[in-house]
């Protein structure tokens, strides 16, 4: 059986690819990895995979329709959703890239058994553990997204706690940063049940903002795919967190520990791509676990370091005088 992992890339978040991959080449071992393109700006992408013998590129155009039109076909059910994206002149549905990471559930797929995760995070230590436990489970996860269900589900939607109890949102849901699944879950004829399923009512618990993570939780929910997340059955002494924003973990040796418990991933999640490549570019932008980043990024291209020349900048440092000053004389111009 073929195991491997995936994640979703293009030019834009090329520095977080490699580091990524870095990350999972010196503390995962060698595990097959497979980029899927998120759209067609892949020059520098396609350019690092041709480096990399255990890498390839995923970019086959039907694959990537069937699942386009499926998810297309799920936010047209949705009351509001369409037209919404189109007032924001949103072509088709919002971040249509993302709905690429299905294509690891698709019979032409190349892994058996999958670990999907967002180009921003960082392999902290081998995968074993995760692909063992999908011999037990269909689908599987490590982290703590059920503390907040409104990243997931519209929660003014009455008909949400009719279809998924309390209980199962509170336990179930999971970010779609890192999660582990197989090819073949979601067949063809378990995606038009689904899509019936959403066109009688059920589209409207799905939460706009993140529509290939709602969709996500939802297929898997509405399944009844069977599921384990570390999290809730790990003992309390060896959970680990995973997100960036957690300020405790420790480094040693460039590698993060929670309470000396080693990671599984570091997830940058709610910071802007912009940021690492402006950091890329050599403005001195200081953030969360921002040395561990540039560890990866560089580690087989010292050279390549920027070399910073001013103080570190916090990244969500307020404006400056004068910038709020411009930007107040802006708004006014603007405004007349």
Known sequence: M???????????????????LNSIEVNAGDVPVCV????????LVRTEVATRKNVTLLEDPEIFARWEEFSHRVWQSHPTAIETWQAKGIQKFYRVGENRRYCAF?????????IYLDADTLVMQPLDFVFDKLDEYDFVAYDFQYKDPAHIYNLSSAKLYELFSKDRIESEIFCSGFYASKRGVFPPEQREWLLS????GDSEILYMGAPNQSVLN??????NVSFYNFSFNLPENKLTGCCANSPHFENQDN??????NRLTFLHYIGLSSKLFNRLCAGENIDFPYRDIFLHYRYLYA???HPKFTTKPKAYNAPPSLGKRILKKLGLAVGGK
């Open 255 to 260: 590698v993060l520990y929670d309470k000396g």
């Open 2 to 20: 073929t195991n491997g992992i995936y994640t979703l890339a293009n030019d834009y978040v090329y520095h977080q690819l490699v580091a990524l």
């Open 218 to 223: 939802y297929m898997r929910m509405k399944s």
């Open 36 to 43: 899927i393109a998120y759209n067609d700006q892949i020059d």
């Open 302 to 304: 010292p050279e390549k």
């Open 106 to 114: 698709d019979l032409d797929s190349y892994f058996e058994k999958f």
């Open 197 to 200: 399923q959403l066109n009688n």
